[in-house]
């Protein structure tokens, strides 16, 4: 172990962490503002990396470009405690999030974050709601990202951009602690050192400044992202309006949130996604919601449901013998968002696979008792190595959380869980940092 002094002064005990070190020593800062975001996240993707096993050259390639691209892509650091910009990506107002991915028929994990790029105009009459900082960070580091395509990003930020006379009626009609972010972009660090890019756009600023309901604008985005072969996501966005409409004028209408692309050329098959915040408090409702109210079918809906079971019954202590159980009432009114990953097509039946987020926060427990129960999830799903150390990792990516006390509380953010063919089942544990607590 290797003592470790953060930049305010207070002292831990620290992983060692040799790529780090190597890395901090061919590195220097030239702002404060740079020299904050990479003292308060650095440790914490170099552990992740690490304790993942990832290689020596893949954890200094991914080390050096977030250094490089990440850290001045943050904005100015925060002064007293508050944030700079304070987009409320997260709970705790941290501006940045990180995930372990794990797929059940792979021993590999892939660690993932995500941010919303910012800039010194962020939140000043320049650019007072942040439109400008996701653009000129994508378009900088499209040069040193293969594969990159901005195509559909700059098709969806059209689509959800705020004219700029109309942004003071969007900010006075924000409802109070409303997210605040209006694009957020995603990496995913395969082990082979290759980056995978996706953004996310949230809809309502543009729907409350037009008066146009987020899902229709939503849907009008995906419509239009029409192939010359033909190929379209009509069926698949006809299928998730047709369930919406029934809610229509209902105090418990699910919530149209944002949409999403892969950052890649377009293609046959190609992924978008819609995101959908709905109350989901029995496994009942999570499953009317999941399937579109049986508008979607198959062997891979069944078998994500089934998946989705048992992780609910694992969360909640139900028992399957129980025959309510599915109609009990977890945590009253809780609302999960349902992602619809759809892939175009020819015809007029959807292609959907569908991957549920639940918060964690709401679970009324420590990061501590949530990493055992990850843990014995993953046992159980045939991953003992990765249980047996899930919770020390944690604590040692978050030495100032108190995991490993059981005393800290919103590490976990949210859980997602979908199942594929390829992958089988499939879950991310999104994890704040939680860095204007730990480093302010």
Same mark, same amino acid.
């Given at each position: 172990?290797?003592?470790?002094?953060?930049?305010?002064?207070?002292?831990?005990?620290? %992983?060692?962490? =040799?790529?780090?070190?190597?890395?901090?020593?061919?590195?220097? &800062?030239?702002?404060?503002?740079?020299?904050?975001?990479?003292?308060?996240? /650095?440790?914490?993707?170099?552990?992740?990396?690490?304790?993942?096993?990832?290689?020596?050259?893949?954890?200094?390639?991914?080390?050096?470009?977030?250094?490089?691209?990440?850290?001045?892509? !943050?904005?100015?650091?925060?002064?007293?405690?508050?944030?700079?910009?304070?987009?409320?990506?997260?709970?705790?107002?941290?501006?940045?999030?990180?995930?372990?991915?794990?797929?059940?028929?792979?021993?590999?994990?892939?660690?993932?974050?995500?941010?919303?790029?910012?800039?010194?105009?962020?939140?000043?009459?320049?650019?007072?709601?942040?439109?400008?900082?996701?653009?000129?960070?994508?378009?900088?580091?499209?040069?040193?990202?293969?594969?990159?395509?901005?195509?559909?990003?700059?098709?969806?930020?059209?689509?959800?951009?705020?004219?700029?006379?109309?942004?003071?009626?969007?900010?006075?009609?924000?409802?109070?602690?409303?997210?605040?972010?209006?694009?957020?972009?995603?990496?995913?660090?395969?082990?082979?050192?290759?980056?995978?890019?996706?953004?996310?756009?949230?809809?309502?600023?543009?729907?409350?400044?037009?008066?146009?309901?987020?899902?229709?604008?939503?849907?009008?985005?995906?419509?239009?992202?029409?192939?010359?072969?033909?190929?379209?996501?009509?069926?698949?966005?006809?299928?998730?309006?047709?369930? !919406?409409?029934?809610?229509?004028?209902?105090?418990?209408?699910?919530?149209?949130?944002?949409?999403?692309?892969?950052?890649?050329?377009?293609?046959?098959?190609?992924?978008?996604?819609?995101?959908?915040?709905?109350?989901?408090?029995?496994?009942?409702?999570?499953?009317?919601?999941?399937?579109?109210?049986?508008?979607?079918?198959?062997?891979?809906?069944?078998? /994500?449901?089934?998946?989705?079971? %048992?992780?609910?019954?694992?969360?909640?202590?139900?028992?399957?013998?129980?025959?309510?159980?599915?109609?009990?009432?977890?945590?009253?009114?809780?609302?999960?968002?349902?992602?619809?990953?759809?892939? /175009?097509?020819?015809?007029?039946?959807?292609?959907?696979?569908? +991957?549920?987020?639940?918060?964690?926060?709401?679970?009324? +427990?420590?990061?501590?008792?949530? &990493?055992?129960?990850?843990?014995?999830?993953?046992?159980?799903?045939?991953?003992?190595?990765?249980?047996?150390?899930?919770? /020390?990792?944690?604590?040692?990516?978050?030495?100032?959380?108190?995991?490993?006390?059981?005393?800290?509380?919103?590490?976990?953010?949210?859980?997602?869980?979908?199942?594929?063919?390829?992958?089988?089942?499939?879950?991310?544990?999104?994890?704040? =940092?939680?860095?204007?607590?730990?480093?302010?």
């Amino acid at each position: 172990m290797a003592s470790s002094i953060t930049s305010n002064g207070v002292g831990h005990m620290a %992983e060692a962490l =040799p790529i780090l070190d190597e890395v901090n020593q061919e590195i220097h &800062s030239d702002t404060e503002d740079r020299a904050f975001w990479w003292e308060a996240i /650095s440790g914490t993707l170099a552990t992740l990396l690490q304790a993942n096993q990832y290689s020596d050259e893949a954890q200094r390639h991914y080390l050096h470009w977030f250094y490089k691209w990440v850290s001045p892509a !943050l904005g100015p650091r925060p002064i007293n405690g508050k944030p700079y910009y304070a987009s409320r990506l997260t709970r705790d107002l941290s501006p940045f999030e990180f995930s372990i991915n794990w797929r059940e028929k792979s021993r590999e994990r892939i660690i993932r974050f995500d941010f919303e790029p910012s800039t010194k105009q962020a939140g000043t009459a320049t650019d007072p709601i942040n439109q400008l900082g996701a653009k000129e960070f994508m378009n900088t580091i499209s040069n040193d990202v293969p594969g990159l395509d901005l195509t559909r990003f700059n098709q969806f930020l059209e689509a959800t951009n705020v004219p700029s006379d109309g942004v003071d009626d969007a900010i006075a009609k924000l409802p109070p602690n409303f997210p605040r972010f209006r694009v957020v972009v995603a990496f995913d660090l395969e082990h082979s050192g290759n980056l995978m890019v996706k953004s996310y756009f949230m809809a309502h600023w543009r729907a409350l400044q037009g008066g146009i309901p987020a899902k229709t604008m939503i849907s009008d985005a995906v419509r239009a992202c029409k192939g010359p072969d033909g190929l379209s996501y009509d069926g698949s966005m006809d299928a998730i309006m047709s369930y !919406l409409s029934t809610f229509e004028g209902q105090q418990d209408e699910p919530v149209a949130w944002f949409l999403s692309n892969d950052c890649i050329a377009d293609t046959p098959g190609m992924r978008l996604k819609v995101y959908i915040l709905a109350e989901a408090d029995s496994l009942t409702k999570l499953n009317e919601v999941y399937t579109l109210g049986g508008r979607l079918k198959g062997a891979h809906i069944t078998a /994500s449901l089934e998946g989705i079971r %048992e992780l609910w019954y694992h969360l909640f202590g139900l028992s399957g013998s129980d025959q309510t159980s599915n109609d009990k009432v977890c945590i009253d009114k809780m609302k999960c968002v349902f992602v619809y990953e759809m892939r /175009s097509t020819h015809g007029s039946e959807p292609d959907i696979n569908v +991957k549920i987020d639940i918060p964690m926060w709401q679970l009324g +427990k420590s990061d501590g008792q949530l &990493s055992e129960m990850m843990a014995s999830w993953f046992e159980r799903h045939g991953h003992p190595d990765f249980a047996a150390r899930y919770k /020390s990792d944690l604590n040692k990516a978050f030495p100032k959380h108190g995991i490993t006390e059981n005393k800290g509380v919103g590490t976990h953010t949210f859980m997602s869980i979908k199942h594929t063919p390829k992958t089988g089942l499939y879950m991310a544990m999104y994890l704040s =940092p939680k860095i204007l607590e730990v480093y302010s």
